[in-house]
């Protein structure tokens, strides 16, 4: 078995979350309904508080994982 680890790095505005969010089944606008507008507006002060002051970005690290296994 070989496991290989591959480190990357995003950046994302928080309108892009917004986007993304929306474009899920767990927050997207339908979930919301009606109260999407609210949840926006909320969802980007938070975002937007948590953004590096310099570059007014939200940074995401991630490790993907890959195990390849092979049989005799």
Not at 48 to 69: M, P, S, Y
């Amino acid at each position: 078995m070989q496991e290989y680890r591959f480190e990357e790095q995003r950046e994302w505005t928080p309108y892009q979350v917004i986007g993304y969010l929306s474009s899920t089944p767990f927050a997207s606008r339908a979930v919301f309904g009606d109260k999407w507008h609210a949840f926006q507006r909320q969802a980007l002060r938070l975002l937007i508080e948590h953004c590096d002051q310099r570059t007014g970005l939200l940074t995401e690290d991630n490790t993907f994982t890959v195990l390849l296994a092979y049989r005799p």
